[in-house]
């Protein structure tokens, strides 16, 4: 099978030559103190790269970021409780499903696709103890106002539950400044690893809710209070995701040497907004009105399927853009900007789309 692709798709992302060296690598056994060491720093590390609060702790999870989503609202919404949900895109949608499913209330804070929140409507609403919302909706490419919403949930006395995991290391991210209690991270997305492990970051306010919480909660494998247990120690109750730990103890460690958060979430920058720049003058809009330094959304604008020019893309120049769908699919298609990627890979991609202009479309 042919893996070989210029890949600018929000997951999976390029990922740097010592993280994959580093998967290749047989693995040892795990319930020891060496691994424990090794959990423990990612821990550490993590928790300094969002700036939690202290006291705050990181739970690992073996599972793709829907799994987090789901153990989050298992662990911190009561069955009687009632959450308002942001729902922008497919990401939003999902915790709205999520909840149906455990028959628990949410109210939909409704968001036009590629649109900020209302705020003004969102205060309006009573009677909530939890407000969750995709900081990056990856479907839309919209990042949300985080510090806003953080105020809103601390006036209202909400848990606030973001899910970052496409912003992560893309935009800013401050636990303690945007009055977060909950995260949601995944590996496959900014922190640019293999897919199948989620973190989920609490608040020291978060960890005594999954604590109470500990019996009502109807699932084994997401009973968020055990791993709590079991992370004190460096361990996790199941047989944890080894080799992309391992990756993430490699790239944790990168990123502290390259100089941080900030560096990362500036390089994303740089990168969205030299693509964009270079973008001009092509038939291309922009969907989003508060776009992520993560991924750009575009429309298509001389009629051309977007459908259609993902995969001319990926035929001709063996590069892969992500294609949206639903009722976007033949409007909007999405370059993520995340990754062990830089501007001179990301000129690969201009390069082609003026190409596939100038040769005229239909091709
Ligand atoms: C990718 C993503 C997820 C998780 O999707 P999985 O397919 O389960 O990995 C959740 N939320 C957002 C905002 C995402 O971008």
């Not at 103890?129 to 209202?156: C, F, P, Q």
């Not at 690893?193 to 494998?221: T, W």
Request: aromatic share 8%.
């Amino acid at each position: 099978m042919n893996k070989e692709f210029f890949i600018f798709t929000p997951g999976p992302v390029k990922m740097s030559r010592e993280v994959l060296e580093e998967s290749s690598k047989q693995l040892p056994y795990f319930r020891n103190q060496e691994f424990s060491n090794v959990l423990l720093d990612c821990e550490k590390r993590i928790l300094d790269l969002v700036h939690a609060p202290q006291g705050s702790r990181a739970v690992f999870l073996t599972a793709s970021g829907t799994g987090a989503m789901e153990a989050v609202t298992s662990n911190l919404i009561g069955q009687d409780e009632v959450s308002l949900v942001v729902n922008g895109g497919t990401f939003g949608q999902r915790f709205i499903e999520i909840l149906n499913i455990q028959k628990k209330k949410s109210i939909e804070h409704k968001v036009e696709y590629g649109s900020n929140i209302d705020p003004s409507e969102i205060e309006t609403i009573d009677g909530v103890s939890a407000i969750i919302v995709n900081g990056h909706e990856t479907s839309t490419g919209t990042l949300y106002d985080l510090n806003l919403l953080g105020r809103i949930s601390k006036e209202k006395g909400a848990v606030f539950i973001v899910d970052a995991i496409s912003m992560f290391l893309a935009d800013e991210l401050d636990m303690a400044k945007m009055n977060i209690d909950c995260l949601i991270l995944s590996s496959q997305k900014g922190l640019a690893l293999a897919p199948g492990l989620s973190v989920i970051v609490l608040s020291p306010r978060a960890v005594q809710v999954v604590k109470q919480n500990r019996e009502n909660v109807k699932s084994l494998y997401f009973r968020l209070s055990d791993y709590l247990v079991d992370g004190d120690r460096g361990q996790t109750p199941f047989t944890p995701a080894l080799s992309v730990i391992y990756q993430l103890y490699v790239r944790l460690h990168s990123i502290d040497k390259n100089g941080g958060a900030e560096a990362e979430i500036k390089k994303t920058a740089q990168i969205a907004s030299y693509f964009r720049e270079q973008i001009k003058g092509l038939p291309l809009g922009l969907f989003s009105k508060n776009p992520s330094n993560a991924v750009t959304s575009l429309t298509v604008e001389n009629g051309v399927s977007a459908h259609k020019l993902v995969q001319d893309l990926e035929r001709l120049y063996k590069i892969q853009v992500c294609p949206n769908g639903g009722e976007l699919k033949d409007k909007v298609f999405r370059v993520a900007h995340m990754g062990d990627i830089d501007v001179d890979y990301t000129w690969v991609l201009v390069d082609a789309l003026k190409k596939y202009f100038e040769r005229g479309s239909g091709i």
